[in-house]
């Protein structure tokens, strides 16, 4: 049987082999790709990429603060954590002559920046002290105590004299964050967004998405009680709203072990809600009316009564009994100084019930509320740390 002939090439023809054919196939592609590499990346120039903070501090490497540039002896907050925290500098190794005060916790500490800075100033100006008090302020955005927990190691790092607890608002808040935050993605995120064209997909799809986010809650017919920044719309069980506070219990007492276990010492505070307008869920409209006309025929302590034992039962992005009986049982536990937050803002409210006049939501202590708070903060401070009155 004859064997089968291979073509006949024509004259001039040119051939390339497999390799070489299906290289030179896939070149316009790579040319496309590295052109919009390109204009990306000059595109940063003009326009920086969004900021993202990978892993939103669930994930355990996640560390608040970098040092600063050439000046590698100044820590100064991550950008990425610029969404989170307040920018804070300091000095690493820690000066000598230095009082190192951490404070931690939710939005609450956030907004304290300004009247923790005149606290140190105070502390630092006392007749006759001569140590510098600085504090650092690593309130996180609805951060709870699980990511407050992980923080605790990469604070040790920095010599603290002392540390601050003000949280209890957040623990169902948190977990809506810790749900859409996958952290075995963590490690190909990273690596997609190395690339400018992938981040510059990214952000026009998150301004997209947010435009929308605002334009629907801002249309939407939805009744108030609806909140945009709670833990979903699951209707948790008492079952699960118990775990919850196991959790939380088990998260304030580790931050506290980790601490005092480095001989740092806690003030641990118990934190005020909301009574007066609490932020209940719409299942519980009759009640809040009910709430609502006790205290308008000035009926404040059933009011107030009603208004505790709901919040106790429900999920919520506020603190409630529950929460403070933690505080306390781990402050006794302990054997910590404890401020008692919840009532100082009671016993300034015009009828003892927090939110009549001093929080400015749910769950947000006013400029003077927070005055308040860190008055009783200074003076336990005095107290640990040596100083006389200013």
Not at 252 to 281: K, R, Y
Not at 363 to 380: M, P
């Amino acid at each position: 049987m004859p064997m089968p002939q291979e073509p006949k090439k024509k004259p001039g023809a040119i051939t390339f082999s497999r390799r070489k054919t299906i290289l030179y196939s896939l070149l316009p592609a790579f040319l496309l790709l590295g052109s919009c590499e390109g204009c990306a990346r000059l595109l940063e120039l003009w326009r920086p990429p969004l900021t993202l903070d990978y892993g939103w501090g669930f994930n355990a490497d996640s560390r608040v603060f970098v040092p600063a540039g050439i000046a590698r002896n100044t820590m100064i907050t991550r950008p990425e954590k610029l969404a989170s925290f307040q920018m804070q500098t300091f000095t690493m190794p820690k000066p000598a002559g230095t009082y190192r005060i951490f404070i931690l916790g939710g939005s609450n500490v956030n907004y304290m920046n300004a009247p923790l800075r005149d606290m140190a100033k105070r502390l630092s100006s006392t007749p006759g002290e001569t140590r510098r008090f600085e504090i650092i302020n690593l309130g996180g955005l609805a951060y709870g105590t699980h990511r407050l927990r992980i923080m605790v190691p990469e604070i040790l790092e920095y010599e603290p004299d002392l540390a601050l607890l003000y949280a209890g608002h957040n623990e169902f808040e948190e977990l809506k964050h810790q749900a859409i935050t996958n952290l075995e993605r963590l490690p190909a995120q990273k690596v997609a967004y190395s690339l400018a064209m992938l981040r510059l997909a990214r952000d026009v799809w998150a301004l997209f998405d947010l435009a929308w986010r605002a334009g629907h809650a801002h249309f939407s017919e939805l009744p108030s009680e609806v909140d945009y920044g709670a833990a979903g719309a699951h209707d948790f069980t008492s079952e699960e709203i118990a775990e919850r506070m196991n959790r939380y219990k088990e998260n304030l007492d580790a931050i506290v072990t980790q601490f005092t276990g480095h001989d740092v010492p806690v003030v641990i505070s118990t934190v005020a809600s909301n009574f007066w307008e609490p932020d209940l869920a719409q299942s519980f409209a009759a009640e809040k009316e009910q709430i609502r006309q006790l205290y308008d025929s000035g009926n404040y302590e059933e009011g107030m009564r009603l208004a505790r034992d709901i919040l106790s039962r429900s999920k919520r992005h506020q603190a409630s009994d529950v929460e403070n009986g933690v505080i306390r049982e781990i402050a006794a536990k302990h054997n910590l100084p404890l401020v008692d937050g919840e009532n100082l803002i009671m016993d300034a409210e015009p009828h003892g019930v927090p939110g009549e006049t001093l929080l400015s939501d749910r769950c947000h202590i006013t400029e003077w509320g927070r005055e308040i708070v860190l008055a009783a903060f200074e003076k336990v401070i005095r107290q640990l740390a040596g100083v006389g009155q200013s």
